[in-house]
C-alpha cells in the first residue's frame, strides 16, 4: 500500500513538471525501509529512524522534509499516516556556497592536467579539454554539455533542449568555439577508428569506450584533474568545483579560453 501511495506521489509531482528525481529515490528507500517492519502506513518513529541514518544534518533534514510532504498529502485522505514534526533535527539553514572564479592561469593548469589523462592515446584526454573549455567560454550547465547531440551543432550557435526549466534556447557560439567543436568530433572519431571503438555517433562527448558521459564520472574526473592542478586538496575538503567553470571572468579569460578550444588538437 505505502509503495503505491509514493509512486502516486511521485507521478503527481512529475506530472506538473518537476524531475523529482532525488526525492523520488527517498521516497522509495523510505517505503522500502517501512515494508521491512511490515507498515502500512507512516509512523513518526519509522521516519525518524530512517530520517537519522543519513551521514549529514542536511541529508538528515531533506530526508524527513521530504517523507512530511508525502505523510501530510496521505494523512489528508487516511488519518492513519502520521505526520513527523519539521523541526526533529533542528533547522536547516542551507547557505549558498560560494562560487570560484577562475583565473586564466588556474584555466590553463586544469587544461594542462586534463591533456595529460590516461590512456595516453585515447579520445579521454581531448575529450575533457575540449568539454571543460566549452563551459567555461560558453557558461553552460554541466548537464546541458553532456546532453548534447552533433545535430545540435547548427550554423547559429548551440542548440541547447529541454533544459533546467524544460525550455530550449539557441547560444551563439564564437567562430573559433565552432571550430574547436569541428576538430574535437573529427579527432575524436578519428581515435575511434584507429582503436577500434564503437563510438556513439549521436553524442558530442564521449567516453573513452565511446559511450555517453555520465555526470558522477564527468565530476570525479574534474575533481581529480584540479587536485592535480593543485587548486582543490584532498578528499572531504572544499575547493572549487565543476560548476564554476560557468562564472569565470568574463573578459579577457573567456577570450583565451575560447581560443584554446580552437586550438590545434592531436593527429
Known sequence: MLNEAVNRHIELYRSIGFKYTVQAIMLHSF????????EEFIQVDSVLEWAASAPSV???HDRLLTIRRLACALNAEDERHQVPPADFFGRA???RRTCHIFTQNEIDRLLSAASRLTPRGSIRPITYQALLSLIACTGLRVSEVLKLQLS??????????ATKFQKSRLVPLHESARRGLQQYVAVRNRIAVRNRI???TLTVFVSQRGAGLSYPTVNSTFLHLA???????GP?????????LR??????TVRETVRQLGGTWPR
Open 93 to 95: 539553514l542551507r547557505r
Open 247 to 252: 562564472h569565470i571572468s568574463r573578459s579577457s
Open 198 to 200: 564503437a563510438i556513439n
Open 152 to 161: 545540435d551543432l547548427t550554423e547559429d550557435g548551440l542548440l541547447i533542449r
Open 227 to 233: 587536485r592535480s592542478a593543485g587548486l582543490r586538496g
Open 31 to 38: 517505503a522500502n525501509f517501512a515494508q521491512g517492519r511490515s
Open 236 to 244: 572531504g575538503l572544499g575547493g572549487c568545483r565543476i560548476q564554476d
Open 58 to 60: 542536511r541529508t538528515r
